[in-house]
């Protein structure tokens, strides 16, 4: 019931932007620490950002001040904004989120492609 869904991926040239986004069902979605992660092709997933209940930001190195992670409790959602994208990028992106008391939940994921 509270497995996320995403949304937004596509192809986009270097340099571009997408925005991703991620719904959450349930009463309680300000309390979840929601995730965004990336598996690329022959590589294990890695994390892109976090955000807590509180609004605190955690970013991987590699998207540092390129992606912002976001967040609208009144609908339940979580964004990603990637701007300045890079080839390396391109990856399948996850959105997670962390109910507590009751664990962590994963969608299916939406592809993102950053070619020419």
């Known amino acids: 019931q509270v497995q996320p869904v995403e949304s937004g991926g596509g192809l986009v040239q270097p340099g571009g932007s997408l925005r991703l986004s991620c719904a959450a069902s349930?009463?309680?979605?300000?309390?979840?620490?929601m995730g965004w992660y990336r598996q690329a092709p022959g590589k294990q997933r890695e994390l892109v950002a976090t955000?807590?209940?509180?609004?605190?930001?955690n970013y991987a190195d590699s998207v540092k001040g390129r992606f912002t992670i976001s967040r609208d409790n009144a609908k339940n959602t979580v964004y990603l904004q990637m701007n300045s994208l890079k080839p390396e990028d391109t990856a399948v992106y996850y959105c997670?989120?962390?109910?507590?008391?009751?664990?962590?939940?994963w969608g299916q994921g939406t592809q993102v492609t950053v070619s020419s």
């Open positions: 997670e989120s962390v109910v507590p008391g009751t664990g962590a939940f």
């Open positions: 349930g009463r309680l979605f300000s309390s979840y620490l």
């Open positions: 955000i807590t209940s509180g609004g605190s930001t």
